[in-house]
């Protein structure tokens, strides 16, 4: 991603963000919200901010453990802008497609492997699915009466965002675990879609063999280093709980500590998984909106629009500021010898794997 479109990226979300506030605070005095959130306990907010550095945390300790399986070495600092840059490009582009290429961006830069930066960020994208689809579920099911009282947009909403990350995770494990199903699932299915005039096949066919393959080798080299999932199983439900956690923090900040921090991680948690899958920067919009029906239960009229507002400032408007500090300091700060634009762009392309095509007998 080139800084130009980075900065589309950027005043698009910042436009959703405006059309959310309009929205959402027409019919509601700004005055009065502005008098509740000055009187908030600044003590908590930043404790909220340094939650959100753990969850960042948490991701850079993920990619040092993975580095250090082939013997790799990333210092805490270069792991950190890393996991910033993943947080602040996820935000601005659409269904969070911007972290990872820019993250790769980084790291083959820095002189890394392409492949096997590929393979950890890869690893981090599945585990973060299937964790946060494993705590919004079980959640769910904890707090299944109270979500049968939601209305029905917000449990249609919810149950798109189960079978979204469902369908990827499972995707995921059939690639890890049976192969050659999948390939015969995909190329069956490519074959179809081939007939139609303006689809291309072949295209299509080889980023599939691309990802199927990296997917592949990811999975082999987990199964060598089991302990290695573990360890990064274990270090993203701590992400995610510090996510969560640190959203409570507005709660505590507005003196509504009576919510209760285990309501609170479960609510936010299933209204996490129910916009996962919108394909807007942040989910912009989608998560206020979820927010303020979800929590409408537990907390007054007059208390669920500061509350709501503070914890998404905390979570993703003022962290995303951060962030992008953190992002201009990595892209400012190269390590070693520069490289040109154009090589590193060829290297993050990463080896050049086995090419299927449409026509190609899968049987």
Known sequence: MKWKNSLLCTAAMVVLAGVTCYILLKDHSMGTLWAVLKNADL?????????????????AAVIRLLAGTWGGRVPWKRAMQYSFAGFYFSSITPSSTGGQPMQLYY????GMSAARSSFALLTITAMYQLMALAYGVGMGLLKFSYLMGLPLALKLL???????NGISVAFILLILFCRPLVERLVYRVLRL????PSFDGEKAAQKAGFMIEEYSQGGAYLRKYPMAAVKTAVLTFCQLTFLYMASYCACLALGLGSVGLVNFIMLQSIVS???????LPGAVGASESGFLVMFSGFLSSTQLLPVMVLSRGISFYGFLVVSGLAVASLHIGKKGTPKKEKEVRSRAHGPVYKQFSVSEDLH
């Not at 919810?158 to 979204?164: E, K, P, R, S, T």
């Open 43 to 59: 003590r908590f907010v930043l404790l909220g901010l340094f939650l959100m550095v753990l969850f960042v945390g948490c991701e």
């Open 273 to 279: 998984l129910a916009v996962s899958a919108v394909p």
């Open 158 to 164: 919810i149950c798109f965002g189960i079978l979204a």
């Open 107 to 110: 790291m083959v830069r820095d």
């Open 193 to 196: 879609l081939a007939h139609f």
